[in-house]
């Protein structure tokens, strides 16, 4: 996720969907409701006016400015070819929209309201019959079943697995679509689908879907594309007369008038324009240059304000990662073994001036995360495979190795190279080789970010004297993404974010299935009977406590796999922005939500005639 979470205590599961809401009878017999909740109730009722984290009088105006790093060269997010402009969700609705300050709840978007019987076999969504694309044209459940068909034939691989359990699609009337499931039990699958991207039936069948184009495509949200500089810069518009602005998941936000994208190379490029006043916002995940790089007039005249938003919630995993599918990464005592080579306590303390916390669960910074032992529903869910799994899992709780704050980690690299020589490995002529094969250990670390640089650089000259031969190469992010889509690399940094409601996502994470669908996220090459079965209990989870509990459990499989060398989080998140915007006085759980900002004029007045002459 790119916001913050706030850790919530829920004091009391259901064992069933709940959705909330008042409204007759439907169809088939199933009352309509206006929102839909994994478990438990809705924060927000059917009457409600606004969420709770916007300032319903919010004024509208200006140009709000961001940056991208790379270059881009489609306008169509929604296939494997090519890399999106930054933004482009911008411009599509969906049928429901997430709230986010609740962990997993949806509210009618295009959909008015949604029916979901107790068996939860399908879901069936009522449609507005205001909602219209920028053309004019109603929105229709033909265009809904007309989506769904084309992301799962003609999409990205992702979409294929998201939306696998919907076995049948009825239009039962213009405005009425129902999604019927093939019978497993999933029981966030009727929130997903509410998720849809919701395409143009009537404007793909003169534009071929499966292309990469510069050609702005039709949307029905809150922005349309106004102008397009192909690998540099994008110009969002807000939709004057968009037909679901005064909704109340709306009201309050998308209060700028225009959205404006512009593209540098590399991030240090990036912050001298941000610092010159070429764009406004800005997260800092560098600690480097969140320690030393905002400095200058605008800073030291208070025009640029540097804040940091608590994060009480989820952080998941970013780490190198291993591509399991090269030989060298099969055996997991290797892996385990080369992750001696990376000194945390040194990086954190060098490079990273103590800013971080060691990262050791795929679902840092929140209640997801294993710790401890496994509790006796862990090991219910663990004890049949225990033969396949690393023994640690019942036994230990998993740290990575820390490392030396002065460097000094000759200790780790000796036990490294025990548990190297365990696996079948030496060091031969300086030059660390599996004894079996005489296959020397050498890899590359991909790149697409030249800050990383500086941590891949001493990490190397550790694995240098274990034998290992590594080197870093740092390519541009579009052929970065084509070789991570391919899985042509042998080890990357990637980061896997979680959220509170863990769900279908997670098999494109770690399913046998996604090991073998060119861009998925399973980047790490997992495929492990394990896994497949504590992903479907997740998916299939009949209570939020059992939901923890298959969590825990898949945190822990993956923990003692040895899939990445974790790197670190950070508890809050660094915003640097110019000091122009108006702010909620209440955030979300999920941190700020930029599109409930607005743009002050007199504070735009204050700060200088150069961001003056931008809007």
Known sequence: MTHAWVHRAWTAAVACLFVAGSAA???????????????????????????????????????????????????????????????????????????????????GLIAESIEIPEDRSWVAFNLRPQARWHDGVPITAEDVAFSLETLKTEGAPFYRAYYANVA???????????????????????????????????????????????????GSGPYRIASVDPGRSI????????????????????????????????????????????????????????????????????????????????????????????????????????????????????????QYTRSRSYFSNSYLAAEGLPSEAELELLEPFRESLDPRVFTTEYDPPMGDPQGNIRGQLRTALNILEEAGWTVQGGVLTETATGRRME???????????????PFISNLERLGVRARQRTVDPSQYRNRLDAFDFDMTVTVWGQSLSPGNEQRDF???????????????????????SLVSRII??????????????????????????????????RVARWNIFGIPDELPIYGIDLWAWWIEPAMVEAVGTRRRARD
């Open 235 to 354: 110009v969002y518009e807000r939709v004057r007369d968009y037909w679901g602005a005064d909704l109340p998941v709306n009201v309050g936000r998308h209060n700028f008038d225009r959205i404006r994208f512009d593209y540098y190379r590399e991030s240090n490029v990036a912050l001298q324009a941000f610092l010159a006043g070429e764009y406004d916002f800005r997260v800092e995940n560098t600690a480097r240059l969140w320690a030393q790089g905002y400095t200058g007039p605008a800073v030291d005249a208070g025009n640029i304000v540097l804040e940091e938003f608590e994060r009480q919630g989820g952080t998941g995993m970013q780490g190198f990662v291993f591509n399991t599918r090269r030989p060298i990464f099969r055996d997991p005592r290797v892996r385990e073994a080369l992750g001696y080579a990376f000194d945390w306590e040194w990086s954190n303390r060098t490079l990273f001036f103590d």
């Open 540 to 573: 299939q989870a009949p209570s939020r406590e059992a939901l923890v509990d298959a969590t825990h459990a898949l945190d822990r499989t993956l923990q003692w796999g040895f899939y990445v060398v974790p790197h670190w989080h950070t508890t809050t998140q």
């Open 510 to 532: 770690w399913s046998c299935a996604a090991r073998d669908t060119p861009g998925s996220r399973n980047l790490a090459g997992v495929c492990n009977e394990a896994v497949e």
């Open 168 to 218: 049948e699609v009825i239009v039962e009337g213009p405005h009425r679509i129902r999604f019927e499931f093939d019978g497993t039990v999933n029981r966030e699958l009727p929130l997903i689908i509410g998720q849809l991207p919701v395409l143009p039936k009537h404007y793909y069948a003169e534009v071929t879907f499966n292309q990469t184009t510069l050609t702005p495509p039709l």
């Open 25 to 107: 009878a439907g169809v088939l017999g199933v009352e309509p409701k206006h929102g839909a909740s994994m478990y438990g109730d809705l924060r927000y009722g059917p009457d409600f006016r606004h969420f709770d984290y916007v300032n319903p009088n919010a004024p509208r105006g200006g140009t709000l400015g961001l940056s991208a790093i790379g270059s881009f060269d489609t306008l169509n997010p929604f296939i494997i070819r090519g890399t999106p402009a930054a933004g482009l969700g911008l411009i599509f609705e969906s049928l429901t929209t997430r709230s986010a300050d609740e962990p997993f709840s949806e509210y």
């Open 443 to 457: 890899f590359e670390i991909l790149l697409d970010n030249p800050a990383f640089e500086r941590v891949v650089g």
